[in-house]
C-alpha cells in the first residue's frame, strides 16, 4: 500500500562504439554495468543516511534492484508506510529520503558512466592513427516514477 518505488535508468547511444575493438567494448559494457550497480549501492547508504528513524524498519526497508540488461536501478522502501514518509500526508510534512537519493545518484551516475566512455574513446583515438573522429552521444538518465504499491 504506502511502499514506494523509483527508477533510474541510463540511456546510452554510442554511434561509433563498434570503432571500438570487441574486447574493449566488453570491458566498457562490464565497467558500465559496476558503475550502475556501485550507484544503486551508493543510494541506499545515502537514503539510509537521511531517512528519519524512529524504530529502524523503514531504513531497513529501503533497497535497491539493478537491471543490468536496462542499466537502470529501483530504489524503493517496502515498509508500507514509506510513501507518507516520502510524500507527506494532511497532517505530516513529506521528508523525502528516496527522492534526494536519486537525484544524487542519477547525477553521480551518469558522470561515471560518461567518463568511462570518453577514457575508453579517447584510449581508442590515441591509437587510431587515421584520425577519424568518433561522435558520442548520451542522452540524460531518466526518472521514471513507477509510483506507490
Given at each position: ?7 533510474v ?18 570491458a ?36 535497491a ?85
Amino acid at each position: 500500500m504506502g511502499q514506494v518505488r523509483l527508477q533510474v535508468a541510463a540511456t546510452i547511444e554510442l554511434e561509433d562504439l563498434d570503432e571500438l575493438p570487441d574486447e574493449q567494448s566488453q570491458a566498457l559494457e562490464e565497467e558500465v554495468h559496476n558503475i550502475v550497480e556501485n550507484a544503486g549501492e551508493n543510494m541506499v547508504t545515502y537514503a539510509q543516511g537521511i531517512v528519519p528513524v524512529r524504530t529502524g524498519n523503514l531504513m531497513a526497508s529501503i533497497f535497491a534492484d539493478v537491471d543490468e540488461d536496462n542499466l537502470s536501478v529501483t530504489l524503493g522502501a517496502t515498509a508500507d508506510y514509506a510513501s507518507f514518509i516520502e510524500y507527506g500526508t494532511v497532517k505530516m510534512r513529506a521528508q523525502p529520503f528516496l527522492q534526494p537519493a536519486v537525484d544524487i545518484g542519477e547525477e553521480e551516475m551518469n558522470a561515471r558512466i560518461e567518463e568511462a566512455i570518453v577514457q575508453r574513446m579517447d584510449d581508442q583515438l590515441s591509437s587510431n592513427e587515421e584520425g577519424e573522429d568518433v561522435q558520442m552521444e548520451m542522452e540524460g538518465v531518466a526518472i521514471a516514477h513507477t509510483g506507490t504499491e
